[in-house]
């Protein structure tokens, strides 16, 4: 049953992306811009790393995309709740674990669609890796992105209207993102800033992808990187899901 | 006769910043099969809050309740199975359209695709729907997306029909419409009918019998005619008088301090 609710709800929210194609491009265009404008600046500075200035730029460009874009997930949600679309599908025997699953695996889908494309661009723009540094890439985008975006559907029916949840997640997103050396890495960092990134989860992904991309998946930084997107996907699930058997009691 | 729906002191205390406020206090009710009942009440009573605790979607901090012999806190999945519900607000995506959502809703009840398919076909046809097939929710009329509200909530031939105001918004030929589909409802299925409103004409009109709440608690109960001969002192008398008698809210006394001219 609950294969099949989630399967439901997934090509129920999946088509309602697909009807808004503009949404599903214009998310690709903040990290295209990094990578446009942002990114040959960084081509002939020692940034510390193996590989090209891309190398270390692109998968960190990919990981903002998680993090901007499956953050206000939430939103969507705000919305439905308005609408009473919510309600009227938790009266049904609906799993209550398959209304929130069918929407963050259509969330991871569209990221990595999105991620996808970036890496396209990137390529355009003189990005060379290997491709299974590429895919690892992308399986860390969809960990990411299921993460964030079940956090962001329990906030989101916890505070219920659209002025208390952007300034959250705004004052969640800005600092994970630059304490986890998205835009550069932490080693160019003094040594406070680099501890202080550590307490950020997202840094270990960065770091893993990184890795990744000059092909060298069997890292402590990799290690790291899995397990802490594995927890921290099951932890956001778990919480999620304790948030949506209850919502409204 | 058994009742579909019986509660017992059925309580809901919401905790706030401001500590713990009672929107329901205790209501005991039985409601019986094919009976359309009129929850009726002033704003702030509890009305929404006490189909909430019926429909499931809210949980009780007090009391129990079984609706058609399932019991509300233990086997709130049986209980989902058997009734429908309609919100004041509807609960359909405008930019979906009105065949996807009723088939939608058939799957959300695990029908096969085809048979959903079929029974989106039956229902459009039933609520005269069947024009409006392929056009998004948000271009129906009120009247319309009511009735779409309605065939969504019978997807699954409900052995309870909750509707929360249906009629607010609609304009009086819509709401004529809606009171006779209701009524058909329960002639031809059997379906109980438990309706919160505010419009007393509509109790009068629609309900074999009305619950009226007020301050959380239940303050009278009885067919409008009874309620009007013991409460408005007559069987002529309004059902707004005999309302306003129950719930103590009638014009402000005459000792009270004068409007200042």
């Known amino acids: 049953m609950l294969l099949h609710d989630t399967a439901l709800i997934y090509g129920r929210y999946l088509r309602q992306s697909l009807r808004s194609r503009f949404a599903l491009l214009f998310g690709v265009l903040m990290p295209l811009l990094y990578l446009l404008f ?11 790393g193996r590989g090209s200035s891309w190398q270390l730029l692109v998968p960190g460009l990919l990981l903002q995309l998680g993090l901007f874009g499956a953050s206000f997930a939430g939103f969507a949600i705000i919305i439905e709740n308005g609408q009473g679309v919510v309600e009227r599908m938790r009266v049904t025997p609906v799993s209550r674990l398959a209304l929130l699953l069918g929407r963050v695996l259509r969330d991871a889908t569209v990221f990595v669609f999105q991620a996808v494309l970036l890496v396209l661009a990137a390529t355009a723009m003189g ?67 680099d501890a202080l990134s550590h307490l950020v989860p997202l840094r270990y992904l960065v770091d893993a992808v990184r890795d990744a991309y000059v092909g060298s ?17 099951a932890l956001a699930v778990t919480v999620g899901t304790r948030v949506f ?5 | 006769m058994t009742a579909v729906i019986s509660a017992a002191g059925l309580a809901r205390t919401f905790q706030t910043k401001r500590g713990p406020v009672e929107a329901v206090r205790g209501i005991d009710l039985r409601v019986r099969p094919g009976e ?25 901090t007090g009391g129990a309740a079984t609706v058609a012999g399932h019991d509300l806190a233990g086997d709130p999945a049986a209980v989902r199975r058997v009734i429908g519900h309609v919100a004041q607000s509807g609960g359909v995506d405008g930019q979906i359209t009105v065949r996807e959502e009723l088939v939608t809703q058939g799957r959300l ?38 009735r779409l509200d309605i065939a969504m909530a019978l997807t699954h031939r409900p052995v309870v029909l909750f509707l929360d105001e249906p009629t607010t918004g609609l304009d009086p030929a819509s709401r004529a419409d809606l009171w006779d589909l209701i009524r058909r409802l329960r ?31 239940v303050a009278a109960e009885g067919t409008p005619g009874a309620l ?22 009638g014009p402000s006394p005459a000792d009270a301090a004068p409007v200042a001219v």
């Not at chain 1, 960084?42 to 510390?48: E, F, I, S």
């Not at chain 1, 998946?217 to 996907?233: C, E």
């Not at chain 2, 704003?43 to 189909?51: E, P, Q, S, Y």
């Open chain 1, 38 to 48: 942002f990114g040959p600046l960084l081509t002939g500075l020692p940034l510390g």
């Open chain 1, 127 to 193: 990005l060379r890796a290997p491709l299974p540094g590429v895919l690892i890439g992308f399986a860390f985008v969809a960990l990411l992105t299921v993460a964030l975006a079940s956090l962001s559907y329990a906030l989101a029916m916890r505070v219920r209207t659209p002025q208390e949840f952007g300034p959250a997640i705004n004052a969640l997103t800005m600092p994970s993102m630059l304490l986890s050396g998205l835009m550069l890495p932490m080693t160019l960092a003094p040594a406070w800033l």
């Open chain 1, 217 to 233: 998946y069997t890292t402590a930084h990799m290690l790291y990187g899995v397990l802490v997107a594995v927890a921290f996907a």
């Open chain 1, 245 to 249: 058997r209850t919502a409204g009691a």
């Open chain 2, 36 to 60: 359309i009942l009129g929850f009726l009440g002033p704003n702030g009573a509890g009305k929404t809050t006490t189909l909430r605790m019926l429909t499931t979607l809210l949980r009780p």
């Open chain 2, 109 to 146: 009840y695990r029908l096969p695709k085809d048979r959903a398919r079929e029974r989106a076909r039956e229902l459009a046809h039933d609520l005269d729907l069947t024009e409006l097939l392929d056009r998004r929710t948000a271009q129906l009329s009120g009247g319309q997306r009511r």
């Open chain 2, 187 to 217: 002639d031809r299925h059997g379906t109980t009918v438990f309706l919160t409103t505010h419009y007393l004409d509509e109790a009068d009109a629609l309900a074999d019998r009305l619950v009226i709440v007020d301050r959380g608690v």
């Open chain 2, 228 to 249: 009007k001969l013991q409460y408005g002192g007559s069987l002529d008398a309004s059902l707004q008088d005999t309302f306003l008698a129950i719930t103590g809210r």
